[in-house]
């Protein structure tokens, strides 16, 4: 059974940082691409960044522009991780974010992790 796991969440003060993480279990297949999302309060759930995993990618990274320049999404291969780096953090970047797998081209983030709360207090 596949499993993404998050880790790293917390209560932060803005203008500080936080390191998630999302480790990936149980699956025999390499990864396409990973990303993540978040949702706040009454809120849809937003796109925050995606990084390529699949072999001769070279790891391309995309984010949403309400990360961008503050956020940066990493990998290591041989742990089967990817994180979110956050940076110089506002209260609007509370919510809950979920790790996301794609396991093929075709379908979009077909794997999801249960989540971590962030919470950014002015």
């Known amino acids: 059974q596949v499993q993404l796991v998050e880790s790293g969440g917390g209560l932060v003060q803005a203008g500080g940082s936080l390191i998630l993480s999302c480790a990936a279990k149980g699956h025999t297949f390499s990864w396409y691409a990973m990303g993540w999302f978040r949702q706040a309060p009454g809120k849809e759930r937003e796109f925050v960044a995606r990084i390529n995993w699949h072999i001769g990618s070279t790891g391309n990274r995309l984010y949403g522009d309400s990360v961008k320049g503050r956020f940066s999404i990493s990998r290591d291969i041989a742990k089967n991780t990817v994180y979110l780096q956050m940076n110089s953090l506002k209260p609007e970047d509370t919510g809950v974010y979920y790790c996301?797998?794609?396991?093929?081209?075709?379908?979009?983030?077909?794997?999801w992790g249960q989540g971590t709360q962030v919470t950014v207090s002015s």
């Open positions: 996301a797998g794609q396991s093929g081209p075709v379908a979009m983030y077909d794997y």
